[in-house]
């Protein structure tokens, strides 16, 4: 998380008292909230508020950060004024992406702001893409690209960027059949996340109870152990279309579909105010924006 919203989460805190309200106007989970303030307390050397049985005070240091904290916010939001009136919006873009999405989507999806502000430097991290939310919800990260669940995140905004259909693959061998999945059959399913979520509600509404075989986390290593015929993956076929082993996996038919991701551009809501954040979700779209669900 950067520091301006350190602070002003910190200024929303100071002025309300309550861990509990500051979380739910702020849209931040009270986990996060407590982590804030520990690390401005870090970063200090001072304790900023006291905690008791009857609520939240600020101590005398907690006071005087206060005023440091509401002068600096001013101090930057003039400066970035001063930067849009000129049409010089610069700083850096922290993305996060899977592979197959800093592949696939980002170069599309990220032009346009690369186009209108050259000035903006853009750094992508990769990895698994089940981590992406939480990362962005920590602020770790200004945008991410990710699969979508049903119900967004309160903190949340996401938009539509792709849907992606769930395959079935094995390895291409001459062993290897294109019959439907069996109950005796091992499979490699992901360690966590959406896509092995959608593959249990699957499993049981074909009546099958899986024999795993292997488990990985992120999309690709996944792909690899099924190259290796350690067993039928589960996998976006988004992600299968742009493997470097395509040529090495089959598609395998299936009685049902396991289902369908929606890919989306997600921000938290409270850096909208944010002038680089607020550009780069400008130019996201033509997307379909998608509700937050409480």
């Known amino acids: ?33 407590s982590r804030t303030v520990q690390r401005l307390e870090a970063t200090t050397g001072r304790r900023l508020l006291d905690r008791g049985p009857h609520g939240v005070a600020l101590t005398e ?27 010089q919006l610069g700083g850096q873009l922290r993305v996060f992406a899977s592979v197959t999405a ?10 346009p702001l690369r186009d209108a502000h050259p000035r903006v430097q853009i750094s992508v991290r990769t990895g698994d893409a089940a981590a992406a939310l939480a990362l962005l919800d920590d602020g770790e990260a200004d945008l991410a690209v990710a699969a979508l669940p049903s119900r967004i995140p309160a903190t949340l905004l996401a938009r ?3 849907r992606t259909p769930l395959v079935l693959v094995r390895a291409d061998q001459p062993r290897s059949s294109l019959k439907p999945p069996d109950p005796d059959e091992p499979f490699v399913l992901p360690r966590q996340g959406l896509v092995r ?21 992120g999309h690709e290593a996944l792909l690899t152990l099924v190259a290796l015929d350690y067993g039928t993956g589960i996998i976006p076929d988004l992600v299968l ?13 299936t009685p049902s579909s396991p289902g ?27 997307g379909q924006a998608l509700r937050s669900q409480h």
């Open 160 to 162: 539509t960027v792709a």
């Open 102 to 111: 800093c592949q696939s989507l980002l170069p599309d999806l990220l032009a």
């Open 241 to 253: 279309q742009h493997c470097s082993i395509r040529n090495r996996l089959q598609v395998v038919p």
């Open 197 to 217: 979520d959608i593959a249990n509600r699957w499993f049981r509404h074909i009546g099958i109870t899986p024999r795993i075989a292997a488990e990985a986390d």
């Open 1 to 33: 998380m950067q520091d301006h919203d350190q602070y002003r989460l910190f200024l929303h805190l100071a002025s309300t008292l309550s861990f509990t309200r500051t979380a739910a106007d702020c849209h931040v989970s009270p986990a996060t909230l």
């Open 260 to 286: 369908e991701l929606t890919i989306g551009a997600c921000i938290r809501r409270t850096d909208l105010h944010r002038p680089l954040v607020a550009a780069a979700w400008a130019v996201t779209g033509p």
């Open 61 to 87: 240091h907690g006071h005087r950060f206060r005023r440091y904290v509401t002068d600096a916010l001013e101090l930057w939001d003039r400066y970035c004024d001063d930067d849009l009136a000129r049409d």
